[in-house]
């Protein structure tokens, strides 16, 4: 591999800035990639230069360096040190860093018990090539010349091109309806340990398994046609891909100011103008959504605080569109404080709160003796972190995942006190119609 950095910047006529992050998924479909969509810019780290992955029992860790034999090694020390050494030895801060957390990563660093999935817990990436797409140019960076070239040659006649990703895929039929006959007693128990005090609020889910392999590209343009997300991803690492539209975000610290923006409180965004009009008033004034939103909030100023010493709401309870459903939104803010990092902000964050409960650590635990297969990424978090005080993590709902043996997408619901489990149920369905209606079968006798 070249020791010298090439970066060359194309302009971009076309106005479908997913037109060429596909051409780069369709030529590359087998290497390792993550994609991250942030304020219509897209980013795409290509290929493994370092990895480091800590296995789903946070028992090992591997570690590849392009062109040399993957390493090996136990976990003898916390895995928030285990990615700040990997990042201070192997990153020389010339690309972004990319990589995913699976949920069980929040047990393990709170020392509590969980049955491992198949998922690691951590993966980061820093990839041989990085493309930058935005309304007016492309920019690529790598080390190796000869690849960064051939990428080059691909977006110009992807740009000339008038052509659009084609929009006849297979669409995959998902009912949607497939294991709804166990929610509603899970939220029952949840509604009985609630009124022992065991916690306030938790965040149950349910998968909906796939019969057929998944087109990730496609699926991601398919989907981002009708969905309004915060950030999009779609990855693929080692054995495990996935595809998203995050509603939210668990962090950002930038400039060193650390946020989180709590979505709780949903209704449908389905039918007719004045249909959806309806549903949004009533979600502004249904008591269980408002409540719900609001210990939320008072929960992220919680774990705001333990991070700076002035947490500030800077928007309360505003409605955010999120594709086929609206949500109740705020965010919460604060300076990081001087002694603290982007992986204290993180552990302390994540997961989302809306994505396990209050109290976090009592939810967690909950969870992983409620539910009956493991989250492994769903309610995670996709993470590209720019330099040692810029990071984000996009919360990992919405989404398709895929791995040697099974696909399927999940969806879960906020239950508290006042909770109907019929309308939790619901509130299932209309979030998985963010994601169900876009996923596209894979061609016959292709495999990832």
Partial sequence: MSSTRISITLTSPSSDLLKPVISVLERHGGSECYVYERKDHWHIGLGSYRSVIIN?????????VAGEPSQHFPVTKPLPDIAREFLREYWNHTSRVY???GFNYAAHIRGLEYIPGQWPLLALMIPRIEVLIDSDKITLTGNDTKEVL???????ETCRSRNTPSTAHEIQHVDVNETSSQYKPLVQQALSQIQQDHYSKIILSRPVNLQH??????????GRQSNTPSRSFSLRHGDYQATGFSPELVMSLDKGVVTTEPLA???????????IQRLRKELENDSKEIVEHVISVKEAVHEISQLSDKPVVEDFMSVRVRGS??????R???????DKDMWDAFNVLFPSITASGIPKQAAIDAISRLESQHRELYSGAVLMIEDENTMEAALVLRSVFQDRDRQWIQAGAGVIAESDPSRELTETCEKLASIAPFVVREAKGFKN
Wanted: glycine letters at 12%; one cysteine or more.
């Fill in 99 to 101: 990589g995913h957390v």
């Fill in 325 to 330: 459903v609206q949500h109740l939104g705020s």
């Fill in 150 to 156: 051939e990428l080059c040659a691909l977006l110009k």
């Fill in 213 to 222: 392999r998944v087109d990730m590209p496609s699926t991601l343009y398919c």
């Fill in 56 to 64: 789903s029992s946070g028992s090992n860790i591997t570690i590849t």
């Fill in 332 to 338: 919460v803010c604060g300076r990081l404080s001087p």
């Fill in 265 to 275: 409180g949903t209704r449908s965004r389905k039918g007719t103008e004045a249909e």
